[in-house]
């Protein structure tokens, strides 16, 4: 039998097709996944207990380091470096409060000095869709990558929690309690991520469905009030007195799921709290003895 050589020709070139790089690099850009270096420390609003606090102050290296605050989120006309108290009540001793609303400044190498030797910036809460009008594209937001790329943490509680997603939960500019707004795009410090706060404080926790049903790829997560994530990689832990919510089309239980009445897959949640940990690019919690 004569051997087809178009035939063969094809066969190479879907098999070439198969093995080249851009299907990994594509499978890639949908997986869920955080940063290479440095920490995330994402609260879901409200008080602060002395725990969080202090974790950020501990994983930004210490009471000595250089820390940024970004209060930009709250909206008010100027910001004091009163906005740092509350690290400083807590042993920080090198605080800097940064802030503007013109993101032509935000883009000069002046504005940024207090970012090139920083280990930490928190953002602090209000309207998440301020911080991306001011800082999104900008040298800042580039000092901000550094300071992950060097080690250090990035930590925001409520809007500073939402903006380290790469979707911008509650971004609209009319009210919060759009979910799909005229801002949708965070600062992506988590990839394939739709972060929401105040979640059971708010009775919230239907809410990311309406992210989910258009955006059926992203991760949902939600953070309660002076609850907290801390991300290193691919991998985060529970802080906090409260609880985070899972979206990831999956229930979990400590007890088990056999007896369960549960809704679809699209309509479910589940809860982790203090101590557990979770696999966000193999969107599965990491059983522990």
């Known amino acids: ?48 207990s002395e725990d969080i606090i202090s974790k950020f102050i501990e994983l930004a290296g210490g009471p000595e380091v250089p820390l940024v605050i970004i209060p930009t989120a709250g909206g008010e006309k100027k910001y004091t470096s009163e906005s740092g108290d509350f690290l400083r009540s807590h042993g920080a001793k090198n605080v800097t409060v940064l802030h503007t609303y013109d993101s032509k400044e935000a883009d000069t190498d002046q504005f940024i000095q207090p970012l ?24 800042t937001e580039k000092a901000f990558w550094e300071i ?51 979640v059971l404080a708010r009775n919230r926790q239907f809410d990311m469905f309406t992210i989910l049903k258009e955006k059926p790829e992203l991760l949902g997560i ?21 609880y985070v919510l899972m979206y990831d089309g999956n229930f979990w239980s400590r007890e088990g799921s056999e007896l369960k009445n549960l809704p679809t897959k699209e309509n479910q949640f589940y809860f982790l709290k203090k101590g557990d940990k979770y696999d966000l690019k193999g969107r599965k919690i990491i059983q522990q003895d």
């Open 222 to 242: 939600g953070i309660d009030e002076n609850t907290a994530i801390i991300v290193q990689k691919d991998v985060f832990e529970v802080i906090g007195s409260s």
């Open 148 to 198: 992950l790329r060097n080690g250090g943490v990035i930590g925001g509680t409520s809007a500073g929690a939402t903006i380290q997603g790469s979707f911008l939960a509650r971004g609209d500019t009319k009210n919060n309690q759009i979910m799909l707004g005229d801002h949708q795009k965070g600062f992506g410090f988590i990839k394939n991520i739709a972060i929401d706060q105040h």
């Open 1 to 48: 039998m004569k051997f087809n050589t178009k035939i063969s020709l094809a066969l190479i070139m879907l098999t070439s097709l198969i093995s080249t790089p851009l299907f990994s690099q594509f499978d890639e850009e949908k997986n869920t996944i955080g940063p290479s270096s440095g920490s995330l420390l994402i609260v879901g609003g409200g008080r602060l």
């Open 116 to 139: 090139i030797n920083a280990k930490g910036v928190w953002f602090s809460g209000g309207r998440q869709w301020r911080l991306v009008d001011s800082y999104a594209n900008t040298k």
